[in-house]
């Protein structure tokens, strides 16, 4: 029996330690992204143009070409689908001002997974304790051990980072051939705490003048999707709801284009998918002024 309370002595210590003491090399990493991004956010007074999401976007734009081409400072927002749309649209609301502009380009599952998920409790236990008041006790307990099976698994993934926070120079492919699956969707699109998330944030941003448009991500293509009743239903509650950039099928790519997921692009992907949204800013644009007449 004394052994016993001593083991349970030791898990609660242990876990104690992990809660208040441990740094996930993953979130740190994240952490390092979200510093270098918002640095470059608050460089300038002027109006900027804010492209947010998850890793896609991190591998999907080079924000400096964009920059250069537009006029206007582009940040890279994309940071990763594990933090929930909640969180990557806080991010956006924290660094958007009147008059900025903001792309929102959010992977399928953000608008079907929780609002905060694993990676947003993960960064709150390291740097903003206050926030876990949003998980309820047993979301905090599965995402405890979650990332703690996550974080053995890590491997640090080095790329070259631009100042405005997109990754560059992303060469060749590492897909592995496990990864060379659908995503898998619900059978149906629904409300969900992210969507109404989505819906405040765009509601907040019109009454301070930033103007918002959503687009779809750069990911693999598969033949199932044609036919996904989650993506064309997606689709149609997006553009009755939101400035659409974009279908869905427009930014579906070849293996060629894929690095080391089904949603990062290497640099031949990335310089299609800055391309077309160059040209689709200026569509954008002229659409607007029309308007305005």
């Not at 790329?159 to 060749?172: C, E, P, R, W």
């Not at 009755?240 to 640099?267: C, K, L, T």
């Amino acid at each position: 029996m004394i052994y016993l309370g001593i083991i349970l002595l030791c898990i609660i210590l242990a876990g104690a330690g992990y809660f208040f003491g441990y740094r996930s090399k993953g979130l740190m990493r994240i952490k390092y992204l979200l510093d270098v991004k918002a640095r470059f956010a608050k460089e300038d007074e002027g109006a900027k143009r804010l492209l947010v999401g998850g890793s896609d976007v991190l591998y999907s734009f080079d924000t400096d070409a964009i920059s250069a081409k537009t006029k206007m400072r582009t940040v890279n927002f994309g940071l990763n689908v594990g933090l929930g749309m909640g969180f990557l649209l806080d991010v956006a609301r924290k660094y958007a001002k009147p008059g900025d502009e903001i792309v929102l380009c959010l992977a399928y599952s953000l608008y079907f997974k929780p609002c905060y998920d694993i990676f947003a409790y993960e960064y709150y236990r390291m740097f903003q304790k206050r926030e876990l008041r949003r998980f309820s006790l047993k979301q905090q307990a599965y995402y405890l051990l979650g990332n703690l099976k996550l974080n053995l698994e890590y491997k640090q993934k080095q790329f070259d980072l631009a100042k405005s926070g997109a990754y560059i120079h992303v060469q060749g492919s590492d897909f592995a051939e496990q990864k060379n699956k659908p995503l898998v969707f619900p059978d149906a699109f629904e409300s969900t705490a992210a969507t109404k998330d989505l819906e405040r944030f765009c509601e907040e941003c019109a009454a301070n003048d930033i103007k918002v448009y959503v687009t779809y991500p750069s990911t693999l293509y598969f033949e199932d999707y044609k036919t996904s009743a989650y993506i064309w239903q997606l689709r149609d509650y997006l553009l009755a709801n939101y400035d659409v950039i974009g279908e869905p099928w427009d930014y579906m790519v070849p293996r060629e284009q894929i690095f080391n997921s089904v949603y990062h692009v290497n640099e031949l992907g990335q310089a299609q998918r800055t391309e077309r949204l160059l040209r689709e800013i200026e569509e954008q644009e002229e659409r607007d002024d029309a308007r305005a007449l």
